[in-house]
């Protein structure tokens, strides 16, 4: 029962990532899922959630309007696209998954039993 993340990358500032969480092992539409971020000498924090009884969705102040989460329950697949990208965006992302058949959804790091091993996202010039 793994957790990956995909999608990473360098990208210029005003550009546009999508990152992806697929779950192997275990079926991810039962779970809640929080994407986190942390940058080098912070601590990590979180940027959105999207449940698993209703879809409802969730968003960090600092990237609400900019950042989207999805899930797509036949792929086992959730998604955050990331629009319109700062230099303070750039961090290492995780998903997390918790909260199973539950309508839990928050942007606290506990909970969630399943983390990814995260993946890199640099925004710069």
């Known amino acids: 029962e793994q957790l990956v993340e995909s999608g990473g990358g360098l990208v210029q500032p005003g550009g546009s990532l999508r990152l992806s969480c697929t779950a192997s092992g275990f079926t991810l539409g039962y779970y809640s899922i929080g994407w986190f971020r942390q940058a080098p000498g912070k601590e990590r924090e979180g940027v959105s959630c999207?449940?698993?009884?209703?879809?409802?969705?969730y968003y960090a102040d600092s990237v609400k309007g900019r950042f989207t989460v999805s899930r797509d329950n036949a792929k086992n697949t959730v998604y955050l696209q990331m629009n319109s990208l700062k230099a303070e965006d750039t961090a290492v992302y995780y998903c997390?998954?918790?909260?199973?058949?539950?309508?839990?959804?928050?942007?606290?790091?506990w909970g969630y039993g399943y983390w990814g091993q995260g993946t890199q996202v640099t925004v710069s010039s």
């Open positions: 999207i449940n698993s009884s209703d879809g409802s969705t």
């Open positions: 997390a998954a918790g909260f199973r058949g539950s309508s839990v959804c928050h942007l606290g790091v």
